[in-house]
C-alpha cells in the first residue's frame, strides 16, 4: 500500500538524513509506528520492525519498503515482546543482516478500553507485561547494539549531518498526565515506560546513547482514537473543543518528532518526553 510522503513526513528534512543506519522498531506495523519508520527510511534508513502477527508485520515491512527504491526492510513476525530471548534473537538477526542498530523505538502496546469494576488482575498484568515489561525488554536487547554505534559515531553532536546513532524512543501516552476513565492498566503501564526511558537515559547517557519518551496525544486514524473517540459528529466536535489547537494530531506530527529526536538536531536532547498532543492534557478533558 503506498502512502504519500506528505502524509508522514514534513518536506523541511533532508533526503539521506538517515544514510546506512538501521532502525528496530518493536510495534511497526502499528499505525503510528510504520509512519514513524517510513519517515526513517524514506530520509535514507534501512529497517527492522518486530510483531507478534508474523503476515501484518511482514506484509508491514513490504508496505514500508516501497517508500524509497533500494531500502531493506526487514519484518519479524511471531515475536512476543514480554519474551527476552525472543527480543534479543529478533536484535541479533537485524544486527547481522542490517549491519548493526544505530535506532530503536520501543513502540508495541496492548490495549482496551475496561472500567476497573470489569478489570481483572490478569487484564491488568497483560498489558503492563506488553507496555511496560515489552519496553523493557527492548531495550535490554538493542541497547549493547546502540552503545555499539554510539561508539562509531564519536562526533555526535559536534559534526552535525548524519553522524549520528545511538537513539532510542519509548512510544508512551498522556493518559497518566491527565487521568483517562477506563485506562488504569495503560496509564499504570504508560507510567513505567516513561521511567524505563529515564533510566535508560541516566545510565547509558555515559556511553553516547539518548533516550527519550514520545507521548502521542488524540491521533486521528489510529486504533486508539477509534476505540476512545465516541462516533457521532457532536462528540468528535466537543472532543475537538477541549484541544487548546483545535483538532486532532495526525500521524505525521509523530513521526516528524522522532526524526527531530533522531537527527543531530536532537543531539543533546535526552531524558525528556515530547508530548505531541495540540496541548490536550494541559486542559485535562478526556477526549
Ligand atoms: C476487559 C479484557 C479485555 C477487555 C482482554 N481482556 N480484553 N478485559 N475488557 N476488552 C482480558 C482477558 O479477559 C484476560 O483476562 C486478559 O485480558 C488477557 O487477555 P488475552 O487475550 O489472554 O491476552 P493477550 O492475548 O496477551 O492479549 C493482550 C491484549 C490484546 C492487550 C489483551 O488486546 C492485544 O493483544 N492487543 C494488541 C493490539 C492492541 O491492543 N493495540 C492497541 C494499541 S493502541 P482474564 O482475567 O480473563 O484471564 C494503544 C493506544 C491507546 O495502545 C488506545 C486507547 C484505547
Known sequence: MSVPREKFLSPVWRDGLFNNKVLFCTGGAGTICSMQVRAFVALGGNACIIGRNPQKTEEGAKNIA???????????????????????????????ELGGIDFAIAGAAGNFLAPMAQLSSNAFKSVMDIDALGSYNTAKAVLPHLVKSAKNNPNVGTTGLSGTGGRMIFISATFHYKGQPLQAHVAAAKAAVDQISHAVAIEYGPYGVTSNVISPGPIAGTEGMERLAKSDDASVKASKKQIPLGRWGEVREIADATVYLFSDAGSYVSGNTLVVDGASWRTSGAN
Not at 77 to 84: E, L, T
Open 66 to 96: 516501497a517508500v524509497r527504491p533500494g531500502a531493506k526492510v526487514i519484518g519479524i513476525g511471531n515475536v512476543d515482546v514480554r519474551d527476552p530471548k525472543m527480543l534479543a534473537n529478533a536484535a541479533e538477526r537485524c544486527a547481522k
